[in-house]
């Protein structure tokens, strides 16, 4: 967690995948698993500079979903047929997390999710948590054609929940991501684990402890 004095935010911009839903590490390695493929398989695909590439090009939308499936899975060398969909099969809600985002939204706080885009299609990733229900502002990286950790994604984010930066709190699972939030004068936290992420935001935030509530 990074470093922060007490300060009283007015705001609150949680990433998803990693944040919002269950560990990405485990996810990868259960569909590593399922796919019986030597662990690490996955990530060391992601690391090689054309797989990064791939990323970068469905997060900015330069290329849609069916592509990199079939990019990634040439790279791995398996069936690309809806590969985002089997890698992210046991993507599952952090109930937590997203209980703390509706809790401070009631609260007066101004939430937002700020994602760099998996695809829409044919595996929607989005589809069961009602983002724009949930919050009051969702900016995915492929609307805009920059990601993370472009500062200008941020500075939209935060324009369109006309809250300064410095009364904002962001958190995310990539360390990469936090730097350029940091150097706008957004407070920032590294988030591993479900109920870690959201006992430090019921912290920082000033909500009260609460019992684990499963559902949304």
Aim: with cysteine; aromatic share 8%.
């Amino acid at each position: 967690m990074a470093t922060m004095s007490v300060r009283r935010f007015s705001g609150l911009i949680l990433d998803f995948a990693g944040v919002l839903t269950s560990n990405m590490v485990e996810v990868i390695t259960r569909f590593e698993d399922r796919e019986r493929l030597p662990r690490g398989t996955f990530l060391r695909g992601w690391a090689d500079p054309r797989g990064a590439e791939l990323y970068r090009r469905l997060e900015v939308g330069e290329i849609d979903q069916t592509d990199w499936n079939d990019g990634f899975g040439a790279l791995l060398g398996i069936n690309p047929d809806n590969l985002m969909g089997r890698l992210l099969y046991e993507l599952d809600p952090a109930y937590e997390v997203i209980k703390v985002a509706r809790e401070v939204r009631a609260a007066g706080i101004r939430t937002a999710v700020l994602t760099n885009s998996l695809g829409r299609h044919p595996h929607d990733p989005y589809a069961p948590y009602d983002l724009r229900g949930v919050f009051d502002v969702v900016v995915f990286s492929t609307d805009l054609g920059i990601r993370k950790p472009d500062p200008a994604i941020f500075l939209h984010t935060l324009d369109l929940l006309d809250v300064p930066a410095r009364s904002c709190l962001f958190a995310d699972d990539t360390e990469a991501n936090l730097p350029p939030a940091l150097a706008l004068g957004i407070a920032a936290i590294h988030a591993l684990d479900e109920h870690e992420t959201a006992a430090q935001l019921r912290t920082l935030l000033g909500l009260p402890a609460a019992a684990s509530a499963r559902g949304f």
